[in-house]
């Protein structure tokens, strides 16, 4: 069902949602306390099975400003698109159904972009409950202010998708679309294209946007509340066809990011489709049978592959261009021994360190 309204909000609110019976009325209740009242939500139900139809349907009622799609599954880059589609605010943003949002978010949000020259992006932190139940604290890398397009050039772009050398696993900018609220204008023109691509589908969204916005504001407040721990968090499923996900989610950024005669960009486009594969070994030794299934089901997919090496080398540090090298003869197996010994290593350590800490005590 869907409303139409007369006057346009200032923020459209969606929230694609599959599956979620047990998180879509926390997220949904965290979005209705909000202390700014001029917004709609648009709750996109992408062929749920469970409850979640019912639980949305339920919601209408509480509130005029939501209104619900309920569609067949087609996946969340969909889902997001529907919504999209559907918004009429000046600004979107959304939100996993299985995440909370700070009261006071859409309020700081608008004071900073009810301005004559406003920004077309509003970023800011995030806090993620990780699989050891603690809380992160992901506050913007960047200064808190206004970037018009020539801070962006120099203090942004260069490290917006990764940093070179740098070993923490977030990048400069997020590649998540819930710590950022985009001028509706702008993302109409920079949405996920391909349906097909069901992991990363909304960092191509996010630096698209980020890439062609003329002003951002980076705000270190934290408003975000990522649930890792959540049953339906894609993290925990295991995804036969992460491969070629990774390597559609590559050509779409090199697609509508690369190739404009911007060296970093295409290096940090390169560093991240090394990763991607790094992630597929990872993937495959934390839910794969074995690792002598794991590779083999490997060697099915570099089979067609028809390009040498695997990515680009160009950017990669020399441990990442050894990877990429070792994938590219095809010596998965191997990756995989050695990964597998690394990671017995550092979980026997860990546990070394942590007995040694007790004795202590």
């Given at each position: 069902m869907y409303i139409e309204k007369s006057k346009k909000p200032f923020?459209?609110?969606?929230?694609?949602t599959y599956n979620n019976e047990k998180e879509i009325e926390?997220?949904?209740?965290?979005?209705?306390?909000?202390?700014?009242t001029d917004w709609e939500l648009v709750i996109v139900n992408d062929g749920s099975?469970?409850?979640?139809?019912?639980?949305?349907?339920?919601?209408?009622?509480q509130d005029n400003r939501v209104n619900v799609i309920h569609k067949k599954n087609e996946g969340v880059a969909a889902a997001r698109n529907d919504g999209l589609f559907r918004a009429v605010g000046k600004y979107v943003y959304f939100v996993d159904a299985d995440d909370c949002i700070d009261r006071r978010l859409l309020q700081?949000?608008?004071?900073?972009?009810?301005?004559?020259?406003?920004p077309e992006i509003f970023v800011f932190g995030i806090e993620i409950l990780t699989e050891s139940c603690k809380n992160v604290s992901y506050p913007c890398f960047f200064e808190s202010g206004l970037y018009p397009k020539e801070r962006l050039r120099r203090e942004v772009y260069p490290k917006m998708m990764c940093s070179r050398g740098r070993k923490n696993w977030m990048p400069k900018v997020s590649s998540y679309l819930c710590d950022k609220i985009i001028l509706?204008?702008?993302?109409?023109k920079h949405y996920c294209r391909d349906m097909q691509i069901f992991m990363g589908e909304e960092s191509v969204v996010a630096y698209e946007c980020m890439y062609f916005a003329e002003q951002v504001f980076f705000?270190?407040?934290?408003?975000?509340?990522?649930?890792?721990?959540?049953?339906?968090?894609?993290?925990?499923?295991?995804?036969?066809?992460?491969?070629?996900?990774?390597?559609?989610?590559?050509q779409y950024y090199r697609t509508y990011l690369g190739g404009n005669d911007d060296y970093e960009m295409d290096c940090q486009i390169n560093i991240r489709e090394c990763r991607g594969y790094k992630y597929v070994i990872r993937h495959e030794l934390e839910f794969?049978?074995?690792?002598?299934?794991?590779?083999?089901?490997?060697?099915?997919?570099?089979?067609?592959?028809?390009?040498?090496p695997l990515c680009?080398?160009?950017?990669?540090?020399?441990?990442?261009?050894?990877?990429?090298?070792l994938m590219s003869f095809r010596l998965q197996y191997f990756i995989l021994i050695l990964l597998k010994i690394f990671i017995m290593v550092s979980s026997f350590q860990r546990r070394f360190k942590s007995k040694l800490a007790k004795d202590r005590y």
């Open positions: 923020f459209s609110i969606i929230v694609p926390k997220c949904v209740k965290s979005i209705l306390s909000q202390t700014y099975t469970d409850a979640t139809d019912e639980i949305c349907n339920r919601i209408i009622d700081e949000a608008f004071n900073i972009l009810n301005k004559s020259d406003a509706r204008d702008l993302c109409m705000s270190s407040q934290i408003f975000y509340f990522y649930n890792m721990m959540s049953e339906s968090s894609m993290h925990r499923r295991y995804y036969d066809n992460l491969f070629e996900n990774n390597i559609r989610l590559s794969g049978s074995s690792v002598y299934q794991s590779a083999k089901h490997l060697s099915k997919k570099m089979k067609k592959m028809k390009k040498w680009p080398l160009r950017g990669l540090s020399f441990y990442d261009r050894c990877f990429i090298i």
